[in-house]
């Protein structure tokens, strides 16, 4: 029974990481972007949320229609006017990885500027679906199931999207070699313009969901971003199956150490587990080593 | 081997270390916050540089360094206090660099980060439930021109040691690692040794430098010591500059700390925007830093 | 090189020696603050200090200014933002003044910031009014730096007045012996519930569950699923914003009732009423006010008017009213002499929005530290010595669904 609650409230936890880390996937496997601002675009779709929801009266699932066409436009505007040029500057991937290091820390400031002065620095925070239901007689709050459900599915969506379709195999082709994969016809600059924006929708759709339940604040951004990076990290750099697997390992990780240990160590214990996976796997759960 | 390069640098030394006779607290202040991101961005590139390896655990070995002072400053005569501070943090490197070092790229990059705020967590969980205080307070009777004469001695110590390592055998082995990974080990070269020695050598720096700034505070909770900030604006620092060049960092330093005083003095609500503006107009007109800038004017 | 050294240095002790002397011809009254804008420290400071320092400085200039002697001088402010890191902190206010030459400074946001910046504040002899920190330390700091005021007092204080009103209502039986309390991993946190660990079980009460969480946790499910199954009488928790709204969300998810529920920052906010609406009924948390004050009444008003939202109840109006001793202060004295109004400061009474404030230890004497939503206002009820002080509404009403 206890563990049965634990699991619950692990699993639904370890679905938020994994939503939340989905998009950056894409964005570092496929489109080779290290986004720093990733997060920024998370409490911006929060924002809209609370906005639709307080101001408009959509509520946030409906939101999710109008945030997600929006956020895939705005990213694929900003991989093409903004990044296309490093893309093509770059001599190699190191390089890249460096200019989009820079790059998107500048985009992070800019958004978090404009939220700051759009919106103050204030805590906001709203109360959607906040209802209990009982699943297996351990309670939980509706918002967050409805979370892991769009988890659930916008995961296994993309997975059979990457793996049944030929648009998801070219992406995975310029994920695993962009050279290889131009000589087969594939315009790798389209497939990565697609990535990006397909990741920048994926975290927006994330922080319409998770605006139902956690307090958000214009400053508090790079906390998502560091928190999707480890799960990417950890699961291996572009593969969705592992960005599933390592949010809930983490999720779970987290919740059993606070009902069994103690709640202080949780984020000890998360680093712990992911320095771990790593030293045991220097890519990550599914990652391929790097050389 | 030349020497040359040591005279003009040690007048340069020599004119700074005259400052607080003169500067007002303020000047003073923006001149040790240089000297602080010119240590720690210097120790980072001499790392970094070299292997291509991203680091994030700058704050790890600052908060470390930091906190020895925390902890032992008040009890224990100064000198040996940073020793101690820069023997915790050297052996720290060593542990974490024999570990890590076969991580490559982007996933050495987040386990140096998930590294610092592990740290940061244990911290707090031993001040939590072991001494049932967060915070501590530095009352160490050291004044603000002290701490700069400090910290100007160690910047000098660093760009010393990237000096002779730069000519060294160390040095050498270092830009072929940087070159070819592959071939270092052919060419009789144990890559993990000399990049273990250079993390210990660049973490024992930025350790000394949190034990420097830190009475400056008179207040250390974990946040504030290993605040992430630090090392992706070190990280930043380094990048913009160069890392590439031991005067790199220094060149991405100057700038952005001023750059940032003076956005922040003049545009204190719109702060994040116009830095962000520029920023992005900076990559985009500087791709290789601005030792790369330089160094192509000079070969023009 | 000498001569030209010890020239300038000549030149630039008589330039610090003019302006030691106190400007003749001065026209406006130069007020600086750093502040955090953003970062961490963002949250809080946009909510209790941004729009207080603001809302001051445009009321004193709307009146024509602050009083000098028989003129009145406009403020002038000098901002700048610390991004939640003690070290720019330390360096803007060295830049205010040094730099800005401002006349006077009002205090940045947080505990550690505020101590980080204490020394330079000593060194400078600027009044540094302290109103967003709670150190267990206060007294002795106060001692040590004379010009620094803490006007959120002593992490102690805040848990002893927490047992005055358990004890209470245990006196009336109204509640039991069992209290779960847990805390955020932080300064505050951590200060209160080791102030409060002794002081409960001093007073006889039991410890059923007593942990501590992460900064920045957000998921308050495992934790208020053992609290629950510890099945206290009482549950404390020394929270920050966020995590005072989670405790309370999944508390109500749960339908954990405990008789009392207290939680720390935040709980004071507007936000929590306007999250949680009917459901805050009876919840108790860190601050405070006495509501019935026309004094605050009209504060609130004028508040809600300049910033279009309502002001917390814990830190904002103990901020105005520091910053009404300040210039109730300055005025006294007459003239920019920051050492007279130190002095002035720690020695005078003051009447403020908040009642008559006298500082003792360099500490108001008269704080709420536990306060209750009741019928959608949020009053002080403790220490119950307080003028004003209403009585607990007992017990909380159980959680209704919203």
């Known amino acids: 029974m206890i563990l049965i609650d634990a699991l619950l409230s692990g699993v639904t936890l370890g679905g938020m990481y994994a939503l939340i880390a989905m998009g950056l996937t894409l964005q570092y496997g496929v489109a080779r972007i290290m986004n720093l601002s990733y997060g920024e675009f998370l409490i911006a779709a929060a924002f809209l949320a609370f906005w639709f929801f307080t101001g408009l009266g959509v509520n946030p699932p409906a939101g999710l229609l109008l945030v997600v066409p929006l956020a895939f436009l705005v990213n694929w505007a900003i991989y093409r006017a903004l990044l296309t040029w490093l893309v093509a500057r770059a001599k190699t991937r190191a390089a890249l990885e460096v200019d989009s290091i820079l790059a998107t820390f500048g985009l992070l400031f800019v958004i978090q500027g404009i939220a700051l002065v759009a919106f103050g620095g204030a805590y906001y925070s709203y109360s959607y679906l906040?209802?209990?239901?009982?699943?297996?007689?351990?309670?939980?709050?509706?918002?967050?199931?409805?979370?892991?459900?769009?988890?659930?599915?916008?995961?296994?969506?993309?997975?059979l999207v990457m793996t049944r379709t030929r648009l998801g195999t070219a992406l995975r082709a310029v994920a695993v070699d962009p050279v290889a994969a131009q000589l087969v016809a594939i315009d790798i600059r389209a497939a990565a313009a697609f990535a990006f924006a397909l990741g920048g929708g994926l975290v927006a759709a994330g922080g319409v969901l998770v605006s139902m339940f956690l307090t958000f604040s214009a400053t508090m951004g790079v906390l998502f971003t560091m928190k999707a990076l480890i799960v990417v990290i950890m699961g291996g750099v572009g593969n969705l199956m592992g960005c599933l697997v390592a949010g809930l390992l983490l999720g779970l990780a987290?919740?059993?150490?606070?009902?069994?240990?103690?709640?202080?160590?949780?984020?000890?214990?998360?680093?712990?587990?992911?320095l771990g996976i790593l030293l045991w796997r220097p890519a990550g759960l599914f990652g391929k080593a790097a050389r | 081997m030349t020497f040359l390069p040591l005279i003009p640098a040690t007048l340069l030394v020599a004119a700074l270390a005259t400052l607080p006779l003169y500067a007002d607290g303020y000047c003073l202040s923006l001149s040790l916050s240089l000297l602080n991101y010119t240590v720690l961005a210097t120790a980072w590139a001499m790392f970094s540089g070299p292997t291509?390896?991203?680091s994030l655990a700058t704050v790890a070995f600052f908060g470390i360094g930091a906190y020895s002072v925390a902890v032992l400053g008040e009890v224990l005569p100064w000198p040996l206090v940073l020793l101690i501070a820069a023997a915790v943090g050297g052996a720290v490197a060593l542990l974490v660099g024999l570990s890590t070092l076969r991580l490559s790229g982007?996933?050495?990059?987040?386990?140096?980060?998930?590294?610092?705020?592990?740290?940061?967590?244990?911290?707090?969980?031993?001040?939590?439930?072991?001494?049932?205080?967060?915070?501590?307070?530095?009352?160490?009777?050291?004044?603000?021109a002290q701490i700069y004469w400090q910290m100007l001695a160690l910047a000098t110590l660093v760009f010393l040691t990237g000096w002779l390592v730069g000519r060294s055998r160390l040095g050498f082995a270092l830009r072929i690692i940087g070159d070819d990974e592959t071939v270092a080990p052919h060419v009789g070269i144990d890559i993990t040794i000399v990049k273990v020695a250079l993390f210990a050598l660049s973490a024992v720096f930025m350790t000394l430098a949190g034990a420097i700034m830190a009475p400056r505070w008179t207040y250390i909770d974990p946040a504030?010591?290993?605040?992430?900030?630090?090392?992706?604006?070190?990280?930043?620092m380094a990048l913009l500059g160069g890392a590439g060049r031991l005067y790199g960092p220094l060149l991405g330093v100057i700038p952005l700390t001023l750059l940032f005083e003076f956005l922040i003095a003049r545009f204190p609500n719109h702060f994040s925007i116009i830095l962000g503006l520029v920023f992005l107009v900076i990559v985009y007109l500087v791709p290789n830093g601005v030792a790369g800038l330089t160094a192509r004017r000079a070969a023009r | 090189m000498k001569h030209g050294l010890t020239g300038l240095l000549a030149g630039l002790l008589a330039g610090a020696a003019l302006t030691a002397l106190p400007a003749l011809a001065q026209e406006?009254?130069?007020?600086?603050?750093?502040?955090?804008?953003?970062?961490?420290?963002?949250?809080?400071?946009?909510?209790?200090?941004?729009?207080?320092?603001?809302?001051?400085?445009?009321?004193?200039?709307?009146?024509?200014?602050?009083?000098?002697?028989?003129?009145?001088?406009?403020?002038?402010?000098?901002?700048?933002?610390?991004?939640?890191?003690?070290?720019?902190?330390?360096?803007?206010?060295?830049?205010?003044?040094?730099?800005?030459?401002?006349?006077?400074?009002?205090?940045?946001?947080?505990?550690?910031?505020?101590?980080?910046?204490?020394?330079?504040?000593?060194?400078?002899?600027?009044?540094?009014?302290?109103?967003?920190?709670?150190?267990?330390?206060?007294?002795?700091?106060?001692?040590?730096?004379?010009?620094?005021?803490?006007?959120?007092?002593?992490?102690?204080?805040?848990?002893?007045a927490l047992v005055e009103v358990l004890t209470n209502l245990r006196k009336d039986g109204k509640i039991g012996n069992t209290v779960a309390m847990v805390s955020v991993a932080d300064g505050f946190g951590i200060d209160l519930s080791s102030a409060g660990r002794p002081l409960i079980e001093k007073a006889g009460f039991k410890l059923v569950y007593d942990k501590s969480y992460p900064v920045g946790t957000q998921d308050m499910a495992p934790i208020v699923t053992e609290v629950q199954r510890a099945n206290p009488d009482v549950f404390v928790a020394f929270s920050?914003?966020?995590?005072?709204?989670?405790?309370?969300?999944?508390?109500?998810?749960?339908?954990?009732?405990?008789?009392?529920?207290?939680?720390?920052?935040?709980?004071?906010?507007?936000?929590?009423?306007?999250?949680?609406?009917?459901?805050?009924?009876?919840?108790?948390?860190?601050?405070?006010?006495?509501?019935?004050?026309?004094?605050?009444?009209?504060?609130?008003?004028?508040?809600?008017?300049?910033?279009?939202?309502?002001?917390?109840?814990?830190?904002?109006?103990?901020?105005?009213?520091?910053?009404?001793?300040?210039?109730?202060?300055?005025?006294?004295?007459?003239?920019?002499?920051?050492?007279?109004?130190?002095?002035?400061?720690?020695?005078?009474?003051?009447?403020t929005i908040v009642g008559t404030m006298k500082m003792k230890d360099n500490i108001p004497t008269n704080l709420w530290w536990v306060g209750q939503w009741q019928d959608g206002e949020f009053y002080g009820i403790a220490p119950t010595t307080n003028q004003g002080a209403r009585a607990p509404l007992f017990p909380k009403p159980a959680w209704v669904a919203q």
């Open chain 2, 52 to 54: 291509r390896y991203v």
């Open chain 2, 224 to 236: 504030i010591a290993f605040n992430p900030m630090v090392s992706f604006q070190v990280l930043i």
């Open chain 2, 106 to 144: 982007v996933y050495f990059v987040v386990f140096t980060f998930g590294l610092a705020e592990l740290i940061r967590q244990l911290v707090t969980w031993y001040e939590v439930n072991v001494t049932r205080a967060l915070g501590r307070y530095v009352f160490v009777d050291v004044t603000q």
């Open chain 3, 28 to 160: 406006s009254v130069k007020i600086g603050w750093a502040i955090s804008k953003t970062g961490p420290n963002a949250g809080g400071a946009t909510i209790s200090l941004i729009p207080n320092y603001e809302m001051w400085v445009k009321e004193i200039n709307a009146a024509g200014g602050l009083k000098l002697g028989d003129k009145r001088l406009p403020i002038t402010v000098v901002e700048y933002d610390d991004r939640s890191s003690s070290e720019e902190a330390v360096r803007a206010v060295e830049r205010l003044i040094n730099q800005d030459k401002v006349d006077f400074l009002l205090a940045p946001w947080g505990t550690g910031v505020n101590l980080a910046v204490g020394p330079v504040f000593a060194k400078a002899g600027y009044p540094q009014l302290a109103t967003t920190a709670v150190n267990e330390r206060a007294v002795e700091l106060g001692k040590r730096w004379p010009n620094s005021f803490w006007f959120l007092g002593q992490g102690s204080a805040g848990a002893g």
């Open chain 1, 254 to 274: 987290e919740t059993l150490v606070s009902r069994f240990v103690d709640p202080g160590l949780t984020l000890a214990a998360t680093f712990t587990l992911f």
């Open chain 1, 130 to 159: 906040a209802v209990p239901v009982s699943v297996l007689g351990s309670t939980i709050a509706a918002n967050r199931l409805v979370a892991l459900a769009a988890a659930a599915v916008i995961g296994g969506g993309l997975y």
């Open chain 3, 240 to 351: 920050y914003p966020p995590d005072t709204l989670g405790l309370t969300e999944q508390s109500r998810l749960l339908g954990f009732n405990p008789k009392v529920f207290y939680t720390g920052v935040g709980t004071a906010f507007p936000l929590y009423k306007q999250r949680f609406g009917a459901n805050a009924q009876g919840v108790m948390g860190i601050g405070g006010w006495d509501a019935s004050r026309p004094e605050l009444q009209d504060y609130f008003k004028r508040h809600v008017a300049f910033a279009n939202r309502e002001p917390d109840r814990w830190a904002s109006p103990i901020t105005y009213a520091a910053l009404q001793m300040l210039q109730q202060a300055i005025e006294r004295v007459g003239r920019v002499d920051r050492a007279a109004v130190v002095k002035e400061l720690q020695t005078g009474s003051f009447e």
